[in-house]
């Protein structure tokens, strides 16, 4: 297996993934999404609202927002979750906005990812008072517990033939694009390490003068973060615990040849 970095942000990455099968990519994509563990808020205690919103849905509201998680303090690709909880509690009074950043958490270390999340407005004498509970859950479990979103792509090489009228429109196009394009004496040809759409008036071409090359066993990746943990951690803990869960296998299937 070989991964090449594409891009790299501070909340989202694109490599290509080559050497392996789809099902590894899928395992691998449903691993980021809805294996690696976070901290979000399984559980809020109301003392009092006033608010125009009943308990549940700020309860919902409140388990949407990301929270920061520790990766260095916790064993993230272990199996089984840590029952570590912590307690961020409001107290506030309106009139005015209550924002995620008003959130009083008793760990430094987890906290709401961006302050200014709106929670619920309050009239003037209204009053919302809570504690909230966080805990770490996997995103198979609850969308709330997701680190963010991963998708990929077959990398493909689209072959146009430069007896296709106006080719250089899309040559044009895939340069604008930033695609990796090689030409020859009769072709061009445009790798697709993002999405790329032929204009309309090209589609009569396609199966002929323009052909789709899929490269087999290469994907292209996108994984993006939502702010709970540093995107490449999302994919090594990802990676991690299928090494994990294949070694429980392995070991189940010895058991049952024993």
Known sequence: MKIKILEKREDAIRFI????????????RRAIIGEVPTFAIDEVEFYENDSALFDEIIAHRLAMIPLTTPHDRFELDALELDEYTVTLSLEAEGPGIVYSGDLKSDDPDVKPVTPNIPIV????????????YAKLGRGKDHAKWQPGFAYYKYLTKIHVSKEVPNWEKIKKLAKKRKLPVEETENEFIITTITAFYLPREFEQYMGNLIREEIVPNTFVFTVESNGELPVEEMVSIALKILMRKSDKFINELHKLAE
């Open 17 to 28: 993934l080559e050497g392996v099968d789809a099902a590894f990519a899928n395992a691998l």
């Open 121 to 132: 407005k309050l009239a003037e004498g209204q009053k919302l008072t809570f504690n909230a």
